[in-house]
Each structure stands twice: as structure tokens, then as C-alpha cells.
T-cell receptor, first 116, second 112 residues
């Protein structure tokens, strides 16, 4: 079975500072990894994904994520946080080798608070 | 515009009164899925469908039904809603294989 852990319920960072939102995953085969963002009263918006290739993936709004196979992690990063980045962030995984029925498994979410 | 449309956005109902939440996508995606979002639990999959007339249970299917008679539509049916089904529900669609999932705006359901 596949699973995702986001160990921090909330991350606080000052505007202009770098931010990291952590994610670790577990799959039996090769992972297909995603980050989504949810703003208040909105659906989830896709930020970025990793399938294969370069371990550093660049996405929307200046976000990037680093895939680390040995640590089974896929942390979300941004060099300089904006107040408008404050939102709820979800990491999700899909096992490419498993039966493809279960579309995505999500972590519990991390609330990012960026203070001016 | 590519989108997933859910209706209604907000719904308050009473215990036991059957309801349907509709979901429609205009991207010709094979996969569709329903999730519920509860604080601290992330999104949990209720049911999914890999194509027309093909549906299967997700992680939390109890108390829900779905159907997939057309590729674009995937309604969620609560035959006899209970207060523990009070939640925020999301419909999502995805192309078969490598594509990312697209989500609807959500339906906030309250069962009293």
C-alpha cells in the first residue's frame, strides 16, 4: 500500500526567507509524486510533479521540490516566501508499479503561514 | 476552459434524506474520483472510476454510492446521510497514466 506523511501541521516563515514543507512517502514500486496547494474556499491546485529524471523539479509560483530516493522524501521549497504563499499544502503519491486504480494518496496537509 | 464542476457548492441536509452531488469534467479524462477532506486527515478517497461503467471502492466508501454512465459525469450519492458524513467533498479527474489530477471547487456538506 502507498502512503504519504507530512510531519508538520504548520510551518511559519517570515516573508523573504526560504521555506521548506516536508513530505515523505512509501510505495512498493516507483513513485509518482505531486504537490498541490489549497487556498481558502478553493479546490486543490496543481503545483508540480515528479515522474523520472532530474531530482529537482520546478513548478508554479516559484516553487520547487527535491526528490530523494534514499530518504523517500519529496520536500517542497521556495527560495523567498511571499505572504500570498500562505495556504494549505498537500503532498500526494501514486505507485507507478501498482494496479492503477487508486489515483492518488494524500498526506494530511501542512499549513504554511508567511508573516510580513 | 478545462475544468471539473461540482454542484452544489454548499449543502445543509437532514439525517436520512437522500442527496446527490454532481461532478462533470470537460477534459475527456478516463479517471474520476471522489475525496473527502477532514481536518488533520488530508484527502481520503471514497470511490474512483477508471472508465465508463467501471467503478471501485477507495479508502472510505461506507455510506456512499457512485455511478459512471457517461465519461464526463461521476455523481456521488448519499442514500441515507448521517452526521459523520459532514465534510468537504472534492471530485477530481485525471487522464489515464501520467497526468496530474484536476479538482473541482469542492462541496461543503453539513448533515444535521
Amino acid at each position: 500500500a502507498q502512503s504519504v506523511a507530512q510531519p508538520e501541521d504548520q510551518v511559519n516563515v517570515a516573508e523573504g526567507n526560504p521555506l521548506t514543507v516536508k513530505c515523505t512517502y512509501s510505495v512498493s514500486g516507483n513513485p509518482y509524486l505531486f504537490w498541490y496547494v489549497q487556498y481558502p474556499n478553493r479546490g486543490l491546485q496543481f503545483l508540480l510533479k515528479y515522474i523520472t529524471g532530474d531530482n529537482l523539479v520546478k513548478g508554479s509560483y516559484g516553487f520547487e521540490a527535491e526528490f530523494n530516493k534514499s530518504q523517500t522524501s519529496f520536500h517542497l521549497k521556495k527560495p523567498s516566501a511571499l505572504v500570498s504563499d500562505s495556504a494549505l499544502y498537500f503532498c500526494a503519491v501514486r505507485d507507478l508499479q501498482a494496479y492503477a486504480g487508486n489515483m492518488l494518496t494524500f498526506g494530511g496537509g501542512t499549513r504554511l503561514m508567511v508573516k510580513p | 476552459e478545462a475544468q471539473v464542476t461540482q454542484n452544489p457548492r454548499y449543502l445543509i441536509t437532514v439525517t436520512g434524506k437522500k442527496l446527490t452531488v454532481t461532478c462533470s469534467q470537460n477534459m475527456n479524462h478516463e479517471y474520476m474520483s471522489w475525496y473527502r477532506q477532514d481536518p488533520g486527515l488530508g484527502l481520503r478517497q471514497i470511490y474512483y472510476s477508471m472508465n465508463v461503467e467501471v467503478t471501485d471502492k477507495g479508502d472510505v466508501p461506507e455510506g456512499y454510492k457512485v455511478s459512471r454512465k457517461e465519461k464526463r459525469n461521476f455523481p456521488l450519492i448519499l442514500e441515507s446521510p448521517s452526521p459523520n458524513q459532514t465534510s468537504l467533498y472534492f471530485c477530481a479527474s485525471s487522464p489515464f497514466g501520467w497526468g496530474e489530477a484536476f479538482f473541482g471547487q469542492g462541496t461543503r456538506l453539513t448533515v444535521v
